[in-house]
C-alpha cells in the first residue's frame, strides 16, 4: 500500500510539473550550437519551469572538439575542463548546467533531467537515437533568446552547449494596466419615517420635520490607461528625405492575441513621413514599411507601457543597391530554408513580380566559425536554396545570380554571439532595372 501511495504520489508530483504550460516554442531557431549531434526539438514555459526537449543522434564516426564562449563560464564540479567526463560513446546531462540570458546577466538553475543520467554516464551505440528532457528554473518574461551552458569541453568529450536559442516569452503584463475598474453602482438610503413627539396632551402629538434624504455620492472615475504608440518616420534610405509609405501591422502574441490576428496599416503623413500606430492591445507586433520604388522593410516590436520608435528607411529599386534580407532563417550548419524565412521571401516575389525587367544578385555570408572551405559551401548553397523557392514561386532562373562569400566579408568582429548572427546574411543586389 505505501508503495501504491508513493507511485501516486510521484505521478502526480510529475504531472504537475508538466502542467500549466505558458508557452511553447516548436523547433526554436538557434543561433549556434556546440555539438551537431544534439538538437531542441521544443521549449515549454510553465509557471515554474522552462523545460527543454532534446534529442541526440549519435555519430557514427568520432567528432571533432566544439566552440568556445564569449563570456567567462564557471566549470563544473570545480574543473577547469569539464570534471572527469571522458568517451564520446558515454552521454550524460550535467546538474550544474545552467541558462545564461544577455550575456550571463541572469541564470537559471538546473532542476532535473528525464531520459538522461546525470552523475553517471549512459552508454550509447553508433547512430542510436535518445530524446530527453531538461528542467531548469523558469525564465524572467521577457527574455526572448537564452544560452544553454552543459560544461566545458574536455579531451574526447563535446558538451551539450546552445548559443542564441530563441522562444516566445512576452513580458509579463500588468493585469490592471488596461482596466478601468467598473464604478460601483449607488444604492440610494433608505427614507426615514418621521418621528413623532411623546403625548403631554390627549391627542397625538405634533411629528417633528423629517430629515432630507442625502444625496449619493457620486464615485470618482478611475484614471484611464496610459496611451501607448508605436511611432517614427518612413525614409529614403539613399536621400534620407521623408517619403510617403503604407506601414502595416498585426498582433503576433500577447494576452489578448488568439494567434491570427487580421493586419491593419495606415499611411505615413505627407511630407514630414511621420506615422503613428494606436496600440489598443499591447503584445508583440510585426510592423511593415512598403513604398512604391522601394524595397519593404519589416521588424518586430513589443509594445508595454511606453511607446516604441521605430524609423524605417527604405532602399528605392535602382541599379547597384544592395540589401540585407531580414528575416532569412536556416538550421544550424545546413542550407534548408525555414518557414520563417517564407513571409520575407515573398515579399521579393511581389517586387519582382511587379518589375519584370529587374534582375538581381544574391550574395551568401557566414561568420568566422568553423573551417573556410565549409563555409564558403554553406554560404553558396543557402543563396542557391533561396533562388530555388524564388523560381518555384514562378521568378525566371536567368534573373537571378548567386554568390557566396562564406566568411571572407565580416561587417563586424565576430566576437560576440551578437555579431555571428549579423555576419550570418543574405544580401541582394540590383544588377538591372
Known amino acids: 500500500m505505501k508503495f501504491k501511495l508513493f507511485t501516486l504520489f510521484l505521478l502526480l508530483f510529475v504531472t504537475g510539473l508538466r502542467a500549466q504550460v505558458q508557452y511553447t516554442t516548436e523547433s526554436p531557431r538557434i543561433d549556434d550550437i556546440n555539438d551537431a549531434d544534439v538538437s531542441i526539438k521544443r521549449v515549454e514555459l510553465t509557471d515554474q519551469y522552462t523545460v527543454i526537449y532534446m534529442k541526440f543522434e549519435a555519430p557514427q564516426l568520432p567528432r571533432s572538439l566544439g566552440?568556445?564562449?564569449?563570456?567567462?563560464?564557471?566549470?563544473?564540479?570545480?574543473g577547469g575542463q569539464g570534471g572527469s567526463i571522458e568517451s564520446t560513446n558515454n552521454i550524460g546531462f550535467q546538474p550544474t548546467s545552467r541558462l545564461y540570458v544577455n550575456q550571463g546577466e541572469r541564470s537559471y538553475k538546473f532542476i532535473r533531467a528525464e531520459n538522461i543520467p546525470g552523475e553517471t554516464r549512459r552508454r550509447v551505440k553508433p547512430g542510436e537515437r535518445v530524446d530527453f528532457?531538461?528542467?531548469?528554473?523558469?525564465?524572467?518574461?521577457?527574455?526572448?533568446?537564452?544560452?544553454?551552458?552543459?560544461?566545458?569541453?574536455?579531451?574526447?568529450?563535446?558538451?551539450?552547449?546552445?548559443?542564441?536559442?530563441?522562444?516566445i516569452n512576452p513580458p509579463r503584463k500588468d493585469k490592471y494596466s488596461q482596466r478601468t475598474p467598473k464604478a460601483p453602482t449607488p444604492v440610494p438610503p433608505k427614507p426615514q419615517q418621521p418621528r413623532y413627539k411623546p403625548r403631554t396632551t390627549p391627542g397625538l402629538g405634533a411629528p417633528e420635520e423629517a430629515p432630507k434624504p442625502t444625496e449619493p455620492v457620486q464615485p470618482q472615475d478611475a484614471p484611464a490607461p496610459v496611451a501607448v504608440a508605436i511611432?517614427?518616420?518612413?525614409?529614403?534610405?539613399?536621400?534620407?528625405?521623408?517619403?510617403?509609405?503604407?506601414?502595416?501591422?498585426?498582433?503576433?502574441?500577447?494576452?489578448?492575441?488568439?494567434?491570427?490576428?487580421?493586419?491593419?496599416s495606415i499611411r505615413s503623413s505627407?511630407?514630414?513621413?511621420?506615422?503613428?500606430?494606436?496600440?489598443?492591445?499591447?503584445?508583440?507586433?510585426?510592423?511593415?514599411?512598403?513604398?512604391?520604388?522601394?524595397?519593404?522593410?519589416?521588424?518586430?516590436?513589443?509594445?508595454?507601457?511606453?511607446?516604441?520608435?521605430?524609423?524605417?528607411?527604405?532602399?528605392?529599386?535602382?541599379?547597384?543597391?544592395?540589401?540585407?534580407?531580414?528575416?532569412?532563417?536556416?538550421?544550424?550548419?545546413?542550407?534548408?530554408?525555414?518557414?520563417?524565412?517564407?513571409?520575407?521571401?515573398d515579399r521579393?516575389?511581389?517586387?519582382?513580380?511587379?518589375?519584370?525587367?529587374?534582375?538581381?544578385?544574391?550574395?551568401?555570408?557566414?561568420?568566422?566559425?568553423?573551417?573556410?572551405?565549409?563555409?564558403?559551401?554553406?554560404?553558396?548553397?543557402?543563396?542557391?536554396?533561396?533562388?530555388?523557392?524564388?523560381?518555384?514561386?514562378?521568378?525566371?532562373?536567368?534573373?537571378?545570380?548567386?554568390?557566396?562569400?562564406?566568411?571572407?566579408?565580416?561587417?563586424?568582429?565576430?566576437?560576440?554571439?551578437?555579431?555571428?548572427?549579423?555576419n550570418r546574411r543574405v544580401e541582394m543586389v540590383i544588377v538591372k532595372i
Not at 152 to 159: A, P
Open 67 to 78: 566552440k568556445s564562449w564569449p563570456f567567462p563560464i564557471p566549470a563544473p564540479n570545480g
Open 133 to 167: 528532457v531538461a528542467y531548469f528554473e523558469r525564465i524572467d518574461p521577457g527574455y526572448t533568446t537564452f544560452d544553454l551552458f552543459e560544461c566545458r569541453d574536455s579531451k574526447g568529450y563535446i558538451c551539450f552547449n546552445f548559443w542564441g536559442v530563441h522562444i
Open 231 to 264: 511611432n517614427g518616420t518612413t525614409r529614403d534610405a539613399k536621400t534620407k528625405q521623408p517619403i510617403v509609405a503604407t506601414v502595416t501591422y498585426r498582433l503576433l502574441s500577447g494576452a489578448e492575441a488568439s494567434g491570427d490576428e487580421p493586419a491593419d
Open 270 to 345: 505627407s511630407p514630414t513621413g511621420n506615422y503613428k500606430i494606436a496600440i489598443e492591445r499591447r503584445g508583440v507586433y510585426a510592423v511593415t514599411a512598403s513604398a512604391k520604388g522601394y524595397f519593404s522593410q519589416s521588424d518586430t516590436l513589443a509594445t508595454n507601457r511606453i511607446d516604441v520608435n521605430r524609423d524605417f528607411n527604405l532602399v528605392p529599386i535602382e541599379a547597384g543597391a544592395k540589401i540585407t534580407l531580414k528575416n532569412i532563417y536556416f538550421n544550424i550548419s545546413q542550407y534548408n530554408l525555414k518557414p520563417e524565412s517564407f513571409p520575407e521571401l
Open 348 to 422: 521579393l516575389v511581389t517586387v519582382m513580380q511587379s518589375n519584370p525587367a529587374l534582375q538581381i544578385r544574391l550574395e551568401g555570408h557566414t561568420d568566422t566559425v568553423g573551417e573556410f572551405d565549409a563555409n564558403v559551401e554553406l554560404s553558396r548553397n543557402r543563396v542557391n536554396e533561396v533562388k530555388r523557392y524564388l523560381v518555384s514561386k514562378g521568378i525566371s532562373a536567368g534573373r537571378i545570380e548567386t554568390v557566396g562569400y562564406g566568411p571572407s566579408r565580416p561587417i563586424n568582429t565576430n566576437k560576440s554571439l551578437k555579431e555571428r548572427a549579423e
